[in-house]
C-alpha cells in the first residue's frame, strides 16, 4: 500500500528536476545554434570544397610596360598557398600569353590558361597601378633581393612598397624568364609573411578596398563562402606559401 505513494512522488520529484534541467539543457542548445542549424562555436573543418584557382593579370597604366600572369591555388587542408607566375611568352597554341592577353582581355587569358596548364580557373582578377599599389601596401610590402642593371633601381636587398615592386615587374631591362621567376617570389613572399606577419583581417581591408578597384568576377557571396577557410589558413603560424 505505500508503495504507489512511494511511486508517485518519485515521479513527481523526477518532473520538478527534470523540467528545469530539460529547459536549461534546450537554452544552452539553441543559444549555440545558428541559423542554419549549425553550432555557433564549431571549429571549422575545410574541405576540397575551399580549395581555389585564382588568375591573377596585371595591367600597368603605362601601355609600353608589359603586363603580369599569375595563378594562385589556396588549400585550406594543408594551409597552403602555390603562386604559379605565367611568362609573357608562354605559348598557347601558336600565339604568347601577352598577345592573347591584349587582344582578349583577362576572360581570354583564362581560357588560355586553363588550356596550357590542363587546370580550371575558378575566378579571375585583373589589376591597374591603383589596385595593385592598394594590395601590396596593405600587405605590408616586401624585402627583394634586386639585381644589377634594372632601371632606376638600386641593386641589392631591400625593402620594396607597392611602387618598387611595380617599378621591379615591370621593368624595361628585366629579361622576361628572370622577371617571371621574381614575379612569384615577390608575391609568395608577401604572402608568405616573410617581411609582415599577414592576417586575415590584412586581407579583408585589402578586399573590401580593392573589390570595386579591380576587374573581377568574384562576388560578396563568393568572400563570405571563403571567409572561413581564409581565417584558417591565416591564423595558423604554419601556413605555407610557395613558388
Known amino acids: 500500500e505505500m508503495a504507489i505513494p512511494f511511486l508517485i512522488s518519485m515521479v513527481i520529484t523526477l518532473l520538478v528536476i527534470g523540467i528545469p534541467v530539460f529547459s536549461l539543457y534546450n537554452q544552452k542548445v539553441n543559444k549555440n545554434m545558428g541559423s542554419n542549424g549549425e553550432t555557433a562555436d564549431s571549429v571549422f573543418m575545410p574541405t576540397e570544397a ?9 595591367t600597368p597604366n603605362d601601355k609600353s610596360l608589359r603586363p603580369s600572369f599569375m595563378i594562385l591555388r589556396t588549400s585550406a ?19 604568347k600569353m601577352v598577345n592573347i592577353f591584349i587582344k582578349g582581355g583577362i576572360i581570354e587569358l583564362t581560357k588560355a ?8 580557373i575558378d575566378r579571375y582578377v585583373n589589376f ?24 632606376g633601381l638600386n641593386a641589392g636587398t631591400q625593402y620594396n612598397d607597392s611602387s618598387f615592386i611595380i617599378a621591379i615587374i615591370t621593368n624595361p631591362k628585366y629579361a622576361e624568364d ?5 614575379l612569384g617570389n615577390i608575391f609568395a613572399d608577401m604572402l608568405g609573411g616573410t617581411t609582415t606577419k599577414i592576417t ?21 557571396l563568393d568572400y563570405e563562402n571563403q571567409k572561413k577557410a581564409v581565417e584558417y589558413i ?10
Open 128 to 151: 591597374d597601378d591603383n589596385s595593385l599599389s592598394v594590395l601590396c601596401d596593405a600587405l605590408g610590402g616586401v624585402n627583394f633581393n634586386i639585381p644589377e642593371g634594372l632601371k
Open 234 to 243: 591565416f591564423s595558423s603560424t604554419q601556413y605555407v606559401s610557395t613558388y
Open 200 to 220: 586575415a583581417d590584412m586581407l579583408e581591408y585589402a578586399y573590401e578596398k580593392d573589390i570595386d578597384l579591380v576587374e573581377t568576377d568574384i562576388t560578396a
Open 178 to 182: 628572370a622577371r617571371t621567376v621574381a
Open 77 to 95: 587542408m594543408s594551409k597552403s598557398l602555390t603562386f604559379i607566375p605565367v611568362s609573357n611568352d608562354l605559348l598557347c597554341g601558336s600565339d
Open 50 to 58: 575551399n580549395d581555389t584557382t585564382i588568375l591573377f593579370s596585371y
Open 113 to 120: 590558361v586553363n588550356k596550357t596548364f590542363d587546370t580550371k
